[in-house]
């Protein structure tokens, strides 16, 4: 009786089965492929990841003469930041904080981190004078120093940023207007955040931190 109603029923039922199986594997590889996506991650600054208004790499000399580019910090977070020596207190202010996070961060994680200060004022900032006041802040830091005015407001526009020299009382005493705010790549080259000044110590362990856990 149990072979009739096997032959008999046996295909039908199966061809539900074999579909529930099949249902079942598929919806199996969907979440266990989910669950090899990374999440994004959670950071306090501005993510601007794949953002097509900002240019991806920069070409500028260092205090040494050397062109630089992304590809000579591959490996590292690298911080771009514009600003320049005389400015009364943004400047010192932001690289000041960037010093005390690779405190925190410790030796290891503050290796893989590059600062890059470029000047907005190469009149005034010679690379003397810039390498100095890079180094003052952390020994680490490294400046860039655009070699004319015209690399400057290539440099400039192609990261959004904007500049504006203030005369003052005399020819040599001026103040430069400038965005209050710096770029982060990661280790692979790829911007990642845009970082407003002024914010203090803790977002940028934060945002450090979880770029250097992920890559």
């Not at 996070?101 to 004022?121: I, M, N, Y």
């Not at 290539?154 to 209050?180: I, L």
């Amino acid at each position: 009786m149990f072979d009739a109603f096997h032959r008999y029923f046996g295909p039908a039922l199966a061809r539900p089965l074999n579909i529930v199986l099949a249902s079942c594997a598929l919806a199996g590889a969907i979440l266990l492929g989910g669950c090899d996506q990374k999440p994004p991650l959670s950071f306090q600054n501005l993510d601007i990841t794949g953002n097509t208004q900002f240019a991806k790499d920069f070409s500028l000399p260092d205090t040494n003469g050397r062109t630089r580019t992304l590809a000579d910090y591959h490996g590292k977070i690298v911080v771009l930041l514009f600003g320049y020596t005389h400015c009364p207190d943004v400047c010192p202010t932001t690289l000041a904080e960037l010093s005390q996070a690779l405190d925190q961060l410790g030796p290891q994680e503050a290796s893989r981190v590059q600062v890059l200060f470029v000047t907005v004022d190469p009149q005034r900032d010679t690379p003397a004078v810039l390498a100095q006041y890079a180094a003052a802040f952390n020994p680490s830091f490294r400046a860039l120093r655009p070699a004319d005015k015209a690399q400057l407001d290539k440099v400039t526009s192609d990261f959004r940023f904007v500049y504006q020299k203030v005369p003052g009382n005399d020819v040599s005493n001026y103040t430069m207007n400038h965005t209050a705010a710096a770029l982060v790549f990661d280790p692979a080259g790829r911007l990642r955040l845009y970082a407003r000044d002024g914010q203090g110590v803790k977002p940028w362990v934060h945002d450090l931190g979880l770029l250097l856990q992920a890559s």
